[in-house]
């Protein structure tokens, strides 16, 4: 499995950013997909999730990003995006794409979001 994110950039607070990360040699249709994120000097923080069941997907969000951040994704493309909107500066972190619910899956390179007046 391969994992490339694009789309990060330098941002004012209160702007938008929308990351996407293009997965190779799985389905994303069949497979729990997550965002996390590493500030600089901090660990791996889970940001959001979409897990995949026989009734359809489920969204998740850490609390600190709930009604600014959006995560969705397009199975044609076998692409997961994040739609950033409101931005704060302590949003500035790579933000990694990864298999899985948590911070523990195959992620790939990241793209660095930095939110900065």
């Known amino acids: 499995v391969r994992l490339e994110e694009s789309g990060g950039g330098l941002v004012q607070p209160g702007g938008s950013l929308t990351l996407s990360c293009v997965m190779t040699?799985?389905?994303?249709?069949?497979?729990?997909m997550s965002w996390v994120r590493q500030a600089p000097g901090k660990g791996l923080e889970w940001v959001a999730s979409?897990?995949?069941?026989?009734?359809?997907?489920?969204?998740s969000y850490e609390d600190s990003v709930k009604g600014r951040f959006s995560i969705s994704r397009d199975v044609d493309k076998n692409t997961l995006y994040l739609q950033l909107d409101n931005l704060k500066t302590e949003d500035t972190a790579m933000y990694f794409c990864?298999?899985?619910?948590?911070?523990?899956?195959?992620r790939g390179q990241g793209t660095q979001v930095t939110v900065s007046s």
């Open positions: 990864a298999t899985g619910l948590g911070t523990e899956g195959v």
């Open positions: 040699g799985i389905p994303i249709r069949r497979t729990h």
């Open positions: 979409i897990s995949v069941a026989s009734y359809g997907i489920t969204k």
